[in-house]
């Protein structure tokens, strides 16, 4: 026979001023839909079937847009260039990825857009791996000073 476990009249009484103490505690649930909903969204911009000057000037006004409403980071999907149509052409290579490596030459080149970006970088691989990036924008208040 298994011998019970007894608590001692100080534990007992330990805990209960301990529980008395906690208040009131909510499902784990709840606290993980408030910290859901405090999180803002990386506003996102994917540029599947655009052309290259098609998604420089829809980057431009992107960027621009964000950058005045003061985000910090947002994401382009400019795809990894698998499916586009350089199989045909014998003389174009098939690594070939035109906006994967052109959308990032082209924010840095323009003057107006380099001004606003702190840094490009690779996207994590929920948000997009090597077919997007990410654009750390600089904080558009200390700009305008």
Known sequence: MKKKFSISSKDKKDWINFTQQVGE??????????VSKEVK????????GFSLS?????VKKFIIKFYNSEHK?????TGKG???KSLDNP???????????????F??????????????????????GDGAIYISLRNSINSKE
């Open 107 to 128: 924010i840095k080149n323009d003057n107006d857009l380099s001004n606003k970006v702190n840094a490009i970088s690779k996207a994590d691989l929920k948000d997009g």
């Open 73 to 77: 980071k947002i994401l382009i999907v």
């Open 25 to 34: 505690i909510s499902p784990k649930e709840v606290d993980f839909f408030e």
């Open 54 to 58: 098609e998604s420089n000037e829809i």
């Open 41 to 48: 969204k990386i506003p996102k911009l994917d540029l599947h």
């Open 82 to 84: 698998l499916r586009s």
């Open 91 to 105: 003389y174009i290579s098939e690594k070939l990825s035109v906006l994967r490596y052109a959308i990032p030459e």
